[in-house]
């Protein structure tokens, strides 16, 4: 782990291949996630107003369920503890804005017997937190209190306050016997006495979550800017760059800089597939396109991961920009766009008839062979359900 944690700390840019072979045997990481940020709502009609908004129902936000109940490690008393929501804002005509994971996280007042009984919360004082990203902060600050209008809710700027972390690596998913606490711990318990009080419900319970989108991404929590959340040791922190080769692999785009804002359609950028949209909740702003296209069945383009490649199969590094072409080397066809890149892997939204044909190149780099990857988490009825609509058709 010593001679790894040197790569996790001073990764250059040359060394990307090298650290993205080292991920298929590394231990749990973290990351100080500095690219996003913390937006806090408040107010009686939270709820209402969010899912007046978003692609995702988040009506369990206000209104914790049985098995949203957990046990805190340094507590025998059960707190309501909900997982997060990943949801994306869209425009009216039904393309991505932004994303975010929305936490209701636990409160003194919302602490159970030991029976599993006790008070609800006071819908007035209602509290969720959002995890977006920080480039787009103000503005998303401006378009959520344009849609306000007459909401009881207060929208405000938590960035000086809270930061956002993920938890990931290698079999991470697999290790809750291992790691019981990751997915049940206020910050604090069972490492920093300290701070115990906090997890057990007499401060606020800050959680690692497992990733509302897949359980290969880890875990995911908000936490104050002054602590180190739990299980983050010394030589498990990492890069924030490291982070994104982890979702590079698995196919998983995040923020505007990957999902183009005002021009993606989030079908198509696997959001479905990501639990970051409803098909059964009520309307939202730009469901009706989301909706028509997911009931006409056909998805024609998908985000894959993407390995930049010689003839020889060697990995290319910095060779490919965002935003280059994507074409089939044989008939100079068109095939899709890269959308992110870094090192020699990348995202793709690629047209599914031509992205597994093996003759892929980049527009212009003759040199650089593109093999787009089928993310072991796709549904196999995404290629199914392609190829026998356009067998059809």
């Known amino acids: 782990m010593h001679r790894f944690k040197q790569s996790l700390h001073f990764l250059k840019p040359n060394s990307y291949r090298c650290f993205s072979t080292q991920l298929e045997n590394a231990g749990p990481m973290a990351t100080h996630l500095k690219t996003r940020s913390v937006i806090r709502f408040t107010g009686p009609d939270t709820v209402k107003f969010l899912q007046g908004l978003v692609t995702n129902d988040v009506r369990r936000l206000g209104d914790p369920q049985d098995q949203d109940r957990t046990t805190l490690a340094t507590s025998n008393v059960p707190f309501v503890s909900v997982p997060p929501v990943y949801a994306a804002l869209l425009t009216p005509q039904g393309r991505f804005l932004y994303d975010m994971f929305l936490y209701r996280l636990p409160r003194p007042d919302e602490k159970l017997d030991r029976t599993g009984s006790g008070p609800g919360p006071d819908p007035g004082e209602l509290e969720l937190f959002a995890d977006v990203d920080g480039s787009e902060l103000d503005e998303l600050l401006q378009i959520l209190k344009k849609y306000r209008l007459r909401s009881k809710v207060d929208i405000e700027s938590m960035a000086d306050d809270f930061c956002c972390w993920q938890r990931f690596g290698q079999n991470l998913a697999q290790k809750s016997s291992e790691e019981p606490e990751a997915a049940s711990l206020g910050w604090g318990g069972g490492f920093d006495r300290s701070g115990q009080s906090s997890a057990q419900g007499n401060n606020r319970g800050w959680l690692w979550y497992r990733d509302p989108r897949l359980d290969c991404l880890g875990f995911r929590g908000i936490f104050p800017s002054n602590i180190t959340p739990p299980l983050v040791e010394a030589d498990k922190e990492t890069n924030e760059e490291n982070y994104l080769l982890w979702r590079l692999e698995k196919g998983v785009a995040e923020g505007s800089a990957e999902i183009p804002k005002g021009e993606a359609v989030p079908l198509e950028y696997n959001l479905a597939g990501l639990n970051g949209i409803s098909f059964d909740k009520g309307c939202y702003v730009g469901q009706e396109l989301i909706a028509r296209t997911h009931h006409r069945g056909v998805i024609r383009k998908r985000l894959l991961p993407l390995k930049f490649v010689n003839d020889s199969g060697k990995e290319m590094e910095q060779k490919v920009a965002p935003r280059s072409e994507v074409v089939d080397a044989s008939s100079g066809k068109k095939a899709g766009t890269v959308t992110t890149a870094l090192g020699s892997r990348g995202l793709g939204l690629l047209r599914l008839d031509e992205a597994f044909k093996g003759s892929l190149t980049i527009r212009g780099l003759d040199d650089v ?25």
């Open 369 to 393: 062979k593109v093999q787009a990857i089928k993310p072991e988490w796709w549904p196999a009825e995404w290629l199914l359900d392609y190829q026998e609509q356009t067998a059809a058709a």
